[in-house]
């Protein structure tokens, strides 16, 4: 089954607190990208990566790294967390970019920083 | 730059009743306009998308969307409306050398009720 799997689904966690959220797709998909969705402010993007070792800042990078070293898997890195960001993220991946290409989404990881 | 406008980030209709659901966006160039759906405790997947040619776009589940440049509006409808429908929807919008950037309306809330 074509999927993109983010683990965990639920993380809380302490400020400062190195943690990583994982995600990997299995469609062979070029392009991957990381959103929060915080309530009335829908979707925003954080990272994305056009390619394998190609990553780009999206809307709300501080705060966060992210690495492309396979194709398949696009982890995103909190190196010292804080309370704001706390959130639902999403990993998102499309065939060669978006412009007319639909996104494909994990279910979801519910962070929350004490 | 572009961007979308969501009107109305709740709405609530009778099963059986028309859905109506307000997007207008902005953009300098032509735009790729899409619609995502959001069920509890899950990712967003696609609805449908407009890319070029027909303006009148069918999607899943009985939706459909008209593009509609001289109202700068991409709105979603569905003749009769059901309980299954009950969701958080997203427009969204890119551009051909838009940098991959899809921007996210900040979502319409629907309710279904007996």
């Known amino acids: 089954e074509a999927q993109v799997t983010q683990n965990p689904r639920y993380l809380i966690t302490v400020t400062g607190k190195k943690l990583t959220v994982t995600c990997s797709q299995n469609?062979?998909?070029?392009?991957m990208s990381w959103y929060r969705q915080d309530p009335g402010l829908g979707l925003r993007q954080i990272y994305y990566?056009?390619?394998?070792?190609?990553?780009d800042k999206g809307d709300v990078p501080e705060g966060y790294k992210v690495s492309r070293k396979e194709k398949r898997n696009f982890p995103l890195i909190l190196e010292s967390p804080s309370p704001n960001q706390t959130s639902l993220y999403f990993c998102?991946?499309?065939?060669?970019?978006?412009?007319?290409?639909?996104?494909?989404f994990g279910n979801g990881t519910r962070l929350t920083v004490t | 730059a572009q961007s979308v406008t969501q009107l109305g980030s709740h709405v609530s209709v009778s099963e059986g009743a028309l859905v109506l659901l307000r997007c207008n966006y902005s953009?300098?160039?032509?735009?790729?306009l899409f619609w995502y759906v959001q069920y509890p405790n899950q990712g967003l997947q696609l609805l449908l998308k407009?890319?070029?040619?027909?303006?009148l776009v069918k999607g899943i589940n009985g939706f459909e969307a008209e593009f509609k440049k001289s109202e700068t509006s991409f709105h979603l409808t569905k003749p009769s409306a059901h309980m299954s429908d009950a969701a958080e929807y997203f427009c969204?919008?890119?551009?051909?050398?838009?940098?991959?950037?899809?921007?996210f309306g900040t979502g319409t809330q629907l309710k279904v009720e007996l």
């Open positions: 407009y890319t070029t040619g027909a303006t």
């Open positions: 990566s056009m390619n394998v070792e190609v990553t």
């Open positions: 969204a919008v890119s551009v051909t050398g838009g940098g991959n950037k899809l921007t």
């Open positions: 998102a991946s499309s065939y060669r970019g978006l412009d007319n290409s639909p996104l494909h």
């Open positions: 953009s300098s160039v032509p735009p790729y």
């Open positions: 469609m062979n998909h070029e392009y």
